[in-house]
């Protein structure tokens, strides 16, 4: 097992340099000058010689990427011509709201998911595993800004149980009460969808645990059905199921960029919106490798969970 | 003959059975028709206004069955023709990325090895970013447009779709009749795209259907940060994201139709990837 | 126009209100001082640099901050100065030479700047230096070029004494005193600030002189100032105020229904109907607003004069400012903004003729129409809804046969992309100004404010309008100078380089318990004399 954490750890490395490789060379494909493509409107001569000297536009694009990749390991994630100030300073903020976001996103989507494909699972065929279901099957096709808006709609105007937008009253002292107050819609907006996916295929993999042998055998000895459920066929189908929330995880990323859009959710989602529409490219590709290094890790760890709750399994996932 | 027979009966009974399916499948025989036929089925043109003094007028209103938008245009209207830019935005870069990814798919798994492995080893950079993210940095760099987006998706796509050729090749490697062929003296080329296609080609067009489907969705996610099809063009995402200021006046509806079109349209392809499982991939029986 | 009524009523009873010294309302006697203000603004804001910030959604919140040598009276009405009245701030007094090209300040004493550094003719000094010196040391090229339309004759300065410095212009500028006090021009900042953080990182920490100094920034959410408890002059009353960035109107609208905002600037003109009945207080004034459309003269098809015209009269502008903007602004047929002594609202051209338009493509030589693009912002100050007004327009084009495709940025960016000029492939862009000063008309057409760098973003080159412009901007007489403005004018709207669109009234709607506020002839305002009720 240990062996198999190990190598997983490992394969972080080159996975994270494939990454920063991809995202480095987002900035010189973009057609024209990258130069120019940065400064954008404002530039002059002397600063786009500048910069193309300070971007070492001059050198191979090889030692362009390590002296990249050397500024970004110290936390230089460059400077934005639109907003005059080094990206770091205005992006690690936003980072961690929308680790914020995407970690309550991904709470509601696991209990609910979870908890209501369990329920349809044991209740196979009653009302509530049919309308459910049915109600599922279409959520999986919901696009995050829409029920977003939707949920505003609906319980921010129709009915003002919750803030608009934003992550703290600017009058209020904020505090824990204050962010989770804001963070409800946002959070259930962006779970939704996963919330949908999750709960199919846990419903899957619980009725295939419990048509298994053993559940049979269990019954024939009298044990009460909450009692296999919980202690053999829950624990049995827990691998599964974490499969599963893993292969969430990189759509809750996606959806919270949408959700941060719609509530104004201070966030890299956010910050990146208003990037596009400022073709501020330095801050785009700084907000794509911070998410994407974010995702990388969040992955690492669901593989190292599955592991860890199921040894057996690393035979079969070690290729 | 034989084999025709049997299918045809074959998709007679999943049709019959899966009324799920019909129904998905249906919608999307609709749909394309109406994308067809916008001109002669719409109530007015995409762009324009009857009367000016027509803005936000509710739905139900007369001549107006779903309202019409901010700029006083008929929203099923723009439902109508929005069909056009949602069928192609989802299914062109679906096929693309599927012959895309069946080359490149069948080519690292019948050459494993070193070209395989550093093949996969490359998409598998790709898996590093959620897809979402993905599309919308290539979109970002590429700039707005129907086009850009239709090649991020295909740049998207292709991953996924390429480790499910892979996987399957690397199966089918191992049957007996990929050896057989090699003796008989057929060429590489030959077994690949002769022996192997016609086997793993059923799971790459089930994975298609759905997603078509995932596709719609993500483009409308797109089209609402601004990177997607431009104004005044009708498509679902845009205007779903235009009634974002009436909406928040407290009429829903600009939003509200747009997103169940879409909506509708992702499940009708989703179920059609669930019936062509159930007809076409073999795996699940 | 109800409310239009409704915001004189209101502002009458503000004055009466306001007029009440010790501010009594409701019956009992409250204290002004104290709360906080937060303000919903449309957009994001530049930097913090008086100098290079760009747009007036900056401009209001650097004008808290720093303060010029002369400048306007922001504390009357458009209704009862129609052209803001110049007045000394951190000058105390100024004279003029006989031949108009010395201005000596004499400058107000026992100024501190909010980081505690003395103000004075050395200060001054170093801002005229900061913006018109290319050899000293820390000249600031993006400052220079931004606030070259208002230092343009600048020749030099002489320091009499601690408090007395002589400006020196090559050319006798009669707006001089008031271009001091506009956008982009010489605010004053601290020296000390600038030596520390640098010419580009002044904008993250400003320092100024104003009523108001900066607390903290977070992009996309808020801008921080507080009381500047050591002001020279009166103090303000506020102790915070909060420019909070909401770029959708609707969300502004509902920030402040729903009381996390105190005051939004323009609310959707769909929604004024239902703020009205609510009971928020709706004003508006007539500021030097013009929504226009500027031609790119390098593109073929705009090179023709008659294509320009046809496109003039193609617009419906009244059917954009009643229906589409519902009456909250008003149709433009000049290109002269409003607000300053050579406006004349009598002055018409170009109304709504499709026929005439159609007719005018076919002579220009395009019977079919043609595609061109427009380049416009998604929001932005003064902006009002520059998208859903560049698709009605989109509309109206294709009613005579030309394809308009939109292609939009976001506003700090845009205006960047605006100063640059346009790709030779595009057909226009667009933009909001004015000025309280006829200036405004070289601003856009001098071919010395050229793009890339001027606001001359089209490029429009008239060497005969040129010579009228540059008469008029340093015509002694006043009277003569009026004149020449006129036919700057007529000159500019025959043979149009733009497309003037609506002229704004900047409504700006307020909870019930803010007072003090006042919209003038400007684009801006100040909120030193605002107070709120019911502190929270």
């Known amino acids: ?239 599964p199921i974490i499969n599963i929330i893993g292969l969430q995880v990189g759509y809750i990323i996606g959806g919270a960029l949408f959700s941060e859009i719609v509530f104004s959710w201070p966030g890299v989602g956010q910050a990146m919106y208003t990037a596009i529409s400022s073709k501020d490219y330095p801050m785009i590709q700084a907000g794509i490798l911070l998410i994407a290094c974010g995702f990388v890790f969040v992955n690492l760890i669901v593989d190292i969970i599955n592991i860890m709750i199921n040894p057996k399994l690393h035979e079969s996932v070690s290729k | 003959m034989n084999t025709e027979l049997s299918w045809g009966s074959k998709v007679m009974r999943i049709f019959g059975k899966d009324k799920t399916a019909a129904l998905g499948i249906t919608i999307i025989i609709v749909t394309a028709l109406v994308a067809i036929f916008a001109d002669w089925l719409s109530p007015y043109g995409p762009n324009s206004a009857a009367d000016t003094a027509q803005r936000l007028a509710m739905p139900g209103t007369a001549g107006h069955l779903f309202g019409t938008d901010d700029q006083g245009r008929d929203i099923l209207s723009r439902i109508i023709y929005g069909t056009r830019t949602s069928l192609f935005s989802s299914i062109v870069p679906v096929v693309i990325s599927a012959v895309v990814s069946m080359c490149l798919g069948i080519i690292a798994g019948f050459f494993q090895g070193r070209i395989g492995n550093s093949l996969m080893r490359i998409m598998d950079v790709f898996f590093a970013f959620p897809s979402v993210l993905l599309a919308i940095a290539i979109a970002a760099i590429l700039g707005p447009g129907l086009l850009n987006v239709c090649i991020a998706m295909v740049i998207v796509r292709i991953p996924y779709m390429t480790r499910i050729v892979y996987t399957d090749t690397i199966q089918e490697m191992q049957k007996e009749y990929v050896e057989a062929s090699r003796a008989y003296g057929m060429g590489r080329a030959a077994v690949m795209f002769r022996e192997i296609m016609p086997n793993v080609l059923p799971s790459l067009i089930v994975y298609s259907a759905t997603l078509c489907g995932v596709t719609i969705v993500t483009v409308a996610g797109l089209s609402f940060i601004g990177l997607g099809v431009q104004p005044p063009t009708a498509d679902w995402g845009l205007m779903a994201s235009e009634g974002q200021n009436v909406l928040m006046q407290g009429d829903p509806y600009v939003t509200l139709f747009p997103g169940l079109a879409i909506i509708i349209l992702a499940f009708a392809f989703s179920t059609l990837g669930d019936w062509l499982r159930d007809l076409l991939d073999p795996t699940q029986k | 126009m109800p409310i239009k009524r409704l915001a004189v009523i209101l502002l009458a009873m503000l004055l009466v209100l306001s007029g009440c010294g010790g501010g009594v309302a409701g019956g009992k006697h409250i204290s002004k001082n104290g709360g906080t203000l937060i303000i919903g603004i449309e957009s994001e804001a530049d930097t913090l640099d008086p100098s290079s910030a760009s747009g007036w959604v900056t401009m209001r919140i650097n004008n808290q901050i720093y303060e010029p040598l002369i400048g306007e009276d922001l504390s009357k009405s458009s209704k009862e100065a129609p052209v803001p009245k110049l007045i000394p701030i951190l000058a105390t007094s100024y004279s003029k030479s006989d031949d108009g090209k010395t201005y000596t300040f004499n400058l107000r004493k026992n100024v501190k700047f909010q980081d505690g550094t003395p103000f004075n003719a050395q200060a001054v000094a170093f801002n005229l230096k900061r913006l018109t010196d290319p050899k000293f040391k820390y000249y600031y090229k993006l400052g220079a070029a931004r606030t070259f339309r208002a230092l343009q004759y600048n020749k030099g300065y002489k320091i009499i004494n601690d408090y007395k410095i002589q400006i020196i212009l090559s050319k006798p500028f009669a707006d001089f005193p008031r271009m001091l006090g506009e956008i982009n021009s010489l605010q004053i900042v601290s020296p000390a600030a600038v030596k520390k953080y640098g010419n580009e990182q002044l904008g993250n920490h400003p320092v100024g002189t104003g009523p108001f100094k900066f607390k903290s920034r977070q992009r996309g959410s808020n801008i921080t100032l507080v009381k500047n408890k050591d002001y020279w002059g009166k103090k303000a009353y506020l102790d915070k105020v909060i420019f909070r960035p909401m770029s959708n109107s609707s969300s502004r609208v509902l920030a402040l229904q729903n009381n996390s905002v105190d005051m939004i600037a323009v609310p959707p003109a769909d929604a004024l109907a239902k703020l009205k009945q609510q009971k928020f207080k709706i004003l508006s004034g007539t500021p030097p607003h013009v929504w226009y459309l500027t031609f790119n003269m390098d593109n073929p098809i705009m090179k023709n004069v008659k294509v320009r015209q046809a496109i003039n009269y193609a617009i419906d502008r009244k059917q954009i400012a009643n229906n589409l903007l519902k009456g909250s602004v008003k149709p433009a047929y000049t290109i002269q903004s409003p607000a300053n002594l050579a406006f004349d609202p009598s002055k018409k051209w170009y109304s709504y003729d499709p026929a005439k338009a159609k007719q005018l493509l076919k002579q220009a030589g395009y019977p079919n129409g043609f595609s061109t693009t427009l380049q416009t912002s998604v929001d932005g100050s003064g902006q009002l809804m520059p998208t859903a007004i560049a698709q009605w327009i989109q509309r109206d084009l294709k009613k005579v046969g030309i394809n308009l495709k939109i292609s939009t940025t976001e506003w700090i960016a845009y205006v960047a992309q605006y100063n640059m000029g346009m790709p030779k492939s595009v057909g226009m862009n667009q933009m909001s100004s004015g000025r309280t000063t006829p200036y405004f008309l070289s601003m856009i057409a001098n071919s010395k404010f050229m793009a890339p760098g001027g606001y001359n973003s089209g490029r429009y080159h008239d060497p005969k309008l040129d010579k009228v412009l540059d008469d008029a901007t340093t015509a002694v007489s006043q009277k003569k100078s009026l004149a020449l403005w006129k036919k700057a004018e007529n000159m500019m709207m025959t043979n149009p380089g733009w497309a003037p669109i609506v002229n704004d009234s900047a409504p700006y709607v307020l909870s019930t318990n803010v007072h003090g506020f006042v919209i003038p002839a400007e684009e801006w305002y100040s909120l030193a004399k605002v107070w709120v009720e019911n502190k929270n």
């Open chain 1, 1 to 239: 097992m240990y062996k198999y954490i190990i190598s997983r750890l490992l394969y972080v490395i080159p996975v994270l340099i494939g990454v920063t490789i991809l995202v480095f060379l987002m900035i010189h494909l973009i057609p024209g000058d990258p130069a120019q493509t940065i400064l954008g409107g404002e530039a002059t001569k002397s600063a786009l010689a500048k910069l193309r000297s300070q971007m070492g536009l001059d050198q191979p694009l090889i030692i362009q990427y390590f002296d990249w990749l050397k500024k970004i390991i110290t936390g230089n994630l460059g400077f934005s011509y639109t907003l005059h100030m080094n990206i770091a300073s205005e992006l690690l903020p936003k980072f961690w709201n929308s680790i914020i976001l995407t970690l309550a996103s991904l709470v509601i989507a696991i209990i609910l998911g979870v908890g209501s494909g369990v329920l349809s699972a044991i209740y196979k065929g009653s009302i509530f595993d049919k309308v459910f279901m049915a109600i599922s099957s279409i959520g999986a096709s919901i696009p995050v800004f829409w029920i977003a808006l939707m949920l505003m709609w609906l319980l921010a105007l129709q009915y003002p149980i919750f803030p608009i937008n934003g992550m703290v009253n600017m009058r209020g002292n904020g505090g824990p009460l204050d962010l989770l107050y804001h963070l409800v819609l946002p959070a259930f907006a962006t779970s939704l969808v996963s919330v949908a996916v999750i709960a199919q295929l846990t419903r899957n993999a619980v009725l295939d645990e419990i048509k298994k042998d053993y559940v049979s055998f269990f019954k024939s000895f009298n044990l009460s059905k909450v009692h296999i459920n919980i202690f053999h066929v829950l624990r049995n189908a827990l691998p």
